[in-house]
């Protein structure tokens, strides 16, 4: 597993690109190894996870009877949202790239938006647990949130116009392939695995 030293090279990389500074292909590995080392930033983004799965379980508990409790199962189906929420987006990127006859920028899809995900992770995770334990700030954060969401898209794009030598249509669509799917797929399977706050 890369350690933080290693993970702060990344991230140091992925902000060059996002200030359009090529040099920041340099700080990362795009070669097989490092595509398949980039996948742990799952694991680097469980601890954020797990204030997000906190908060979801008490939204989850506030619209059930009194007395209601959540068993491991809650968050088991909780991991797996977010493991589809991770993957389907880069496995239908790579389908797009295929299409586009692109296929060879597929790893520096990966690991951009695998790295990425760390620091989005812990913001995410930090918006989240002000409003766990501030409940009065949820009108504010609902606005953070938001900002944080439009970053999101922007950086993505950055990163992405770095990759694809300024392909607007094509940045356009992996754009959309990595975001909207995403939250489509999250609020279906939260629906169908019955952990959906009604």
């Known amino acids: 597993m890369p350690g933080f030293r290693e993970v702060q090279y990344y991230l140091a990389g992925l902000w060059l690109l996002i200030r359009m500074d090529p040099a920041g292909f340099r700080f990362l590995d ?64 790579g389908l797009l790239l295929l299409i586009m006859k692109k296929g060879e920028r597929f790893g520096h899809v990966i690991v951009s938006v695998n790295w990425l995900g760390v620091p989005l992770s812990y913001i995410n995770g930090l918006l989240l647990a002000l409003v766990f334990f501030l409940p009065g700030t949820i009108g504010i954060v609902s606005l953070l949130l938001l900002a944080f969401m439009l970053a999101q898209v922007f950086a993505i794009a950055r990163i992405l116009r770095m990759i694809f030598n300024g392909n607007g249509p094509l940045i356009g669509a992996m754009t959309l392939v990595l975001f909207v799917p995403a939250l489509m797929l999250s609020e279906f399977m939260q629906r169908f695995l019955g952990i959906y706050p009604v």
Not at 39 to 55: E, N, R, T, Y
Not at 63 to 79: E, I
Request: aromatic letters at 20%; glycine letters at 4%; hydrophobic letters at 55%.
């Open 30 to 93: 795009m070669s097989d190894r490092g595509v398949n080392r980039s996948f742990w930033a799952f694991v680097w983004c469980l601890p954020p996870m797990g204030i997000s799965w906190l908060w979801w379980r008490e939204s989850f508990l506030r619209t059930m009877p009194p007395q209601t409790d959540v068993s491991p199962v809650f968050y088991f189906r909780l991991g797996l949202v977010e493991a589809a929420n991770w993957f389907v987006p880069l496995v239908l990127a």
